[in-house]
């Protein structure tokens, strides 16, 4: 696996506009066999956009953060825009892969997609194991939705909203059903919403009664439903999450420890420093030092 090098920061990829149909939010693109990675993926890298891979077949091992996958047949692999990936190695796909961006689910007639847990991933997950049957029904969904993305018209972008409705749904509920097999309840789509509001500002916010402001409740009341809902303090959930962006930037960027700091919202590298130690047991620079030799 490779890292980057002391010149290089962690690349994000932007969303290309698909040439044939003009689409700068959504593609659909169907591998037989093809290469469809090219070399700059084989990088620790970030993409501005979502991915889902249905695999047919497929070889080969890719990492996502600090975990890696071997591919395994008939599996949907699915990663969202912050997360750091690699590919070991270029090898043929069988199989297709959606891209959308944040500002296709901003869309009012897709505004339901984004409160889906394939795209809120509560549980952090990535790989989608499928029957034999799942594999056909998330299948037969590709034709009809690369059917109609290549069919301009007044309808064109309802029906695909409608496809991929019905396709994010299945694959949410079988989410559902792999990760905890049970239909979330109230608290647990408001920690759900503090894990994604964590998400999308944990380089900015790190208090929970900033996060309790946002969601228009008491910071006592948010506490007390994410202590009972996941067993972990409200604060924990954020100290977690600027953690894990630590070792993916210690991991994969030659930022150094004071770049870093700052870039996750820290003004002080010694007070960073104090706190990575508190939350892992190891300063970032042993951190660096041990994961780097591990990996290479």
Request: aromatic fraction near 12%; hydrophobic fraction near 40%.
């Amino acid at each position: 696996m490779q890292t980057l090098s002391t010149q290089q920061q962690v690349p994000v990829y932007p969303f290309e506009r698909d040439e044939v149909t003009g689409s700068n939010l959504f593609t659909i693109v169907r591998s037989e066999g093809e290469l469809p990675y090219e070399e700059n993926l084989l990088i620790p890298h970030r993409k501005a956009y979502y991915l889902l891979v249905f695999v047919k077949h497929n070889r080969g091992r890719h990492w996502v953060d600090m975990t890696p996958y071997e591919r395994k047949d008939n599996t949907l692999y699915f990663t969202r825009p912050s997360q750091i990936l690699v590919k070991e190695a270029a090898t043929p796909l069988w199989g297709a892969y959606l891209t959308f961006t944040n500002e296709f689910l901003a869309l009012q007639q897709n505004a339901a997609l984004r409160e889906l847990p394939l795209i809120q991933n509560p549980y952090n997950g990535h790989e989608l194991l499928l029957t034999a049957a799942d594999g056909d029904f998330v299948e037969e969904m590709l034709v009809k939705i690369e059917a109609e993305y290549n069919r301009p018209g007044e309808w064109q972008h309802r029906m695909l909203t409608a496809y991929l409705t019905v396709l994010l749904t299945y694959l949410s509920r079988l989410y559902m059903e792999q990760f905890t097999g049970d239909e979330p309840s109230a608290d647990q789509r408001l920690l759900k919403t503090y894990q994604a509001k964590v998400e999308e500002c944990f380089r900015e916010l790190h208090e929970v009664g900033a996060y309790a402001a946002l969601l228009h409740i008491s910071a006592g009341h948010l506490s007390e439903v994410v202590k009972a809902q996941s067993g972990r303090p409200a604060i924990k959930h954020l100290h977690e999450r600027l953690v894990l962006e630590a070792k993916r930037l210690l991991l994969y960027s030659a930022l150094s420890l004071k770049e870093l700091a700052f870039d996750l919202g820290f003004s002080d590298a010694s007070y960073f420093n104090r706190f990575f130690k508190r939350e892992t047991g190891t300063t970032p620079a042993e951190y660096r030092a041990t994961i780097r030799k591990m990996y290479q």
